[in-house]
């Protein structure tokens, strides 16, 4: 059983907009910290956005305002609203869960568990 599964992804003009969901298995689920991530070609990884067991969310500073992260714990997963798309948000985004359910430094205390294996975005100009 696959713990993550990202889906949502696809190519949009700049100025659009596209909702990632994450399904998490039982095994990644319960509620506890998620985050989005992306990685564009060329590029480190880097966190996009985190919200906590209590929700409780945080964002990188070039998507704050734009993207919104939430959740439906009844089935299991996670969403990010993206809005007002630019060509800099081209890269591959993933999903990741923590076994625990705390946010420190805008980040999933103690790390991440378990990880997706990505859904492209690509947003031309």
């Known amino acids: 059983q696959v713990p993550l599964v990202e889906s949502g992804g696809g190519s949009v003009q700049a100025g659009g907009s596209l909702r990632l969901s994450c399904a998490a298995s039982s095994v990644a689920a319960s509620n506890n910290c998620m985050s989005w991530f992306r990685q564009a070609p060329g590029k480190g990884r880097e966190g996009v956005a985190t919200?906590?067991?209590?929700?409780?969310?945080n964002y990188e500073a070039s998507v704050k305002g734009r993207f919104a992260i939430s959740r439906d714990n009844a089935k299991n997963t996670l969403y990010l609203q993206m809005n007002s798309l630019k060509a800099d948000d081209t890269a591959m985004y993933y999903c990741?869960?923590?076994?625990?359910?705390?946010?420190?430094?805008?980040?999933?205390?103690?790390?991440?568990?378990?990880w997706g294996q990505g859904t492209q975005v690509t947003v031309s100009s």
């Open positions: 919200i906590a067991r209590d929700g409780t969310t």
């Open positions: 990741a869960a923590s076994v625990r359910g705390g946010l420190i430094a805008g980040y999933c205390d103690g790390g991440y568990n378990y």
